[in-house]
């Protein structure tokens, strides 16, 4: 089993930065693409940024030049930095693990989530 662990959101001024980190535990093997999420208030789930293991990132245009999406893969590990945060950046960011190989097959892993606020 794989756990997936948020961190790292907050209540932040506009203009601000916030680094989210995606902790992910269990006897993983590899991870296809890590990816980064949000979801506002009212709104639809939007992927924000995405990296694979051969460090191909996307961005969403909202977020371009604003955020950075980073892996380290010897820790299982995900980021995203941010910064020049707006008001519409207000969500609860969601880390998303596609195609992770474990001793028992290969699967996609979501976490919980962290709030971002970003006040105007």
């Known amino acids: 089993q794989v756990h997936v662990v948020e961190s790292g959101g907050g209540l932040v001024q506009a203009g601000g930065s916030l680094r989210l980190s995606c902790a992910a535990s269990?006897?993983?093997?590899?991870?296809?693409?890590t990816e980064w999420y949000r979801q506002a208030p009212g709104k639809e789930r939007e992927l924000v940024a995405s990296a694979t293991r051969r460090g191909v990132t996307n961005y969403a245009d909202s977020v371009k030049g604003r955020f950075t999406i980073s892996r380290d893969d010897s820790s299982n590990a995900a980021f995203l930095e941010m910064s020049s945060l707006k008001s519409e950046d207000t969500a609860v960011y969601y880390c998303a693990l596609v195609r992770v190989a474990t001793d028992v097959g290969v699967k996609d892993y979501w976490g919980q989530g962290t709030q971002v606020t970003v006040s105007s």
């Open positions: 269990g006897h993983i093997f590899s991870i296809a693409r």
